[in-house]
């Protein structure tokens, strides 16, 4: 499967954004989509994740209540709107997705989309 996120860019903080990420080929291998981000010098972190079989979300604790993970099965899109950011969510973020029920742990993931940057200023 093949993963392509879009939606990056440079905002101020308590702005918002979305991302999205438009999965291609074996659908069945995104049956868990996720997203992750990595800030300079610091590990790729789990920040949500939408599991298809049962609409199930699942959020890291710096972001519960800010973001908002969802999908359109129709479009094989996930997205994450993204709230009230802070200067501390400026990463790279990258969807993942698996065909099983992994959800925060990189290694779950076989599949990568490539990075969207997101830069929030102060």
């Known amino acids: 499967v093949q993963l392509q996120a879009s939606g990056g860019g440079l905002v101020q903080a308590r702005d918002s954004l979305r991302l999205s990420c438009t999965a291609s080929g074996r659908t069945s291998s995104s049956h868990t989509m996720g997203w992750f981000r990595q800030a300079p010098g610091k590990e790729r972190e789990f920040v949500a994740a939408?599991?298809?079989?049962?609409?199930?979300?699942y959020y890291a604790n710096s972001v519960k209540g800010r973001f908002t993970i969802s999908r359109d099965n129709a479009k094989n899109t996930v997205y994450l709107q993204m709230n009230s950011l802070k200067p501390e969510d400026t990463a790279v973020y990258y969807c993942?997705?698996?065909?099983?029920?992994?959800?925060?742990?990189?290694?779950?993931?076989?599949?990568w989309g490539q990075g969207t940057l997101v830069t929030v200023s102060s």
């Open positions: 939408n599991i298809r079989s049962d609409g199930s979300t």
């Open positions: 993942a997705a698996n065909a099983g029920y992994g959800i925060t742990t990189t290694s779950s993931y076989p599949y």
